[in-house]
């Protein structure tokens, strides 16, 4: 139950659960807002301007704004904003495309399928593949004459895609394609095989990448990692115990956060040992995981990590809030919104919106007020979200 004291002494009692309108607007009668004016009017003038502050981003001169701006919208969920992410699709910059077809298919699937058919051949490869990737899951066994001629396209990101695309719909024939680039000398062709396998997630496409752990080349095994994510098989166990002790802090990290969703909420014996790591993101992943498997080991580390003098390592210990729920959780991501550092304020304004509920209103809230408009771009998708 949430219970608070009105100004005339009464409580207001909200069952979990109840609309976040309602519990916003017990925050209000509780003092959050100043005045007299009603809670329903000054919940409608926070999304009046968190609607008008994305129009704004979107409209912006500056490239990496508008992209924030297509982002914050999907983040947000309000179809009223598909009008201003279709017209972010024809942007001039690759990304703000990108991310504008990303957010649309977060809110509408019919929007976003009209948009991966025309962005399919787009002058991006980013873009395009990711378009392609899109008709795959979107357009069904329609999208197989439409994307099977990006097959024999030039660039290699485009065929990875579009195989992606046609394994996912069962033609599993197609595997044979990223499978050769994953053989190839070239590095980056490399990773984006491995990225394209843990996209596909197929129980052969995750054998593929199991295999991938023992690889010689720090690279490829941590790109193998991250591509397993949360989708490693049972066999790959023994491989990813190993791995936590690899030399190479950036395979450590990702092999225990591997871990810690594979082990069913049960602690891991040892975890407390890479909480006390010499690289400051091992012991960011170290406290992660050990959450995940309900471990109390571990306490202590994500607020010391934000003390670091690495402001990557701050802003990594933000993010992963969103997601990982520990005591004191909003009071580090308003600490966080304070941190001179601007990656630092933007993963925590997103943080903050992933986490949710009535803690998160007030850091939303004054973010958007932040000197820097990336900022207040996000915390505006985040509080329609919230007030959706």
Known sequence: MI????????????????????????????GFAQGEERPEAALEKI??????????????????????????????????????????????????????????EKISSEEALTLALRLKDDSDIWVQGAAIEALGRLAGDEAVPLVTP??????????????AALVSLGRRGNLSLIEDALKGSRANSRYQALGVLGKIGSAEALNILTDQLEDPEDEIVYYSLKALGDKAPPESYPRLLKLVHHKNPSVRSQAILVIGTRTGGKPLKGVEILCADADPMVRVSAAVAARRMNSDGCKGVLEAAFQEPDFGVRSTAARVLGEVDIEGRAELLARAMQDGNSRVRTAAVRAAGMMGGSKAFPILLSALDDPLQVVRTYAAGNLLHLLN
């Open 47 to 104: 999304r009046t301007r968190s609607l008008d502050i994305l129009g704004r981003s979107a409209a912006s001169e500056n490239a990496f704004v508008r992209s924030a701006a297509a982002r914050a919208a999907g983040e947000s969920g309000d179809p009223r904003l598909i009008p201003l992410l279709k017209k972010l699709a024809g942007d001039v910059y690759p990304t703000a495309r990108l991310f504008s077809l990303q957010a649309l």
């Open 150 to 163: 990006h097959l024999d396209a030039t660039d290699l990101t485009v065929r990875l895609s579009a195989a």
């Open 3 to 30: 219970v608070c004291e009105s100004r005339g002494g009464r409580g207001a009692v909200f069952r979990r659960g109840a609309r976040v309108v309602a519990l916003l607007a017990v925050m209000f009668h509780c």
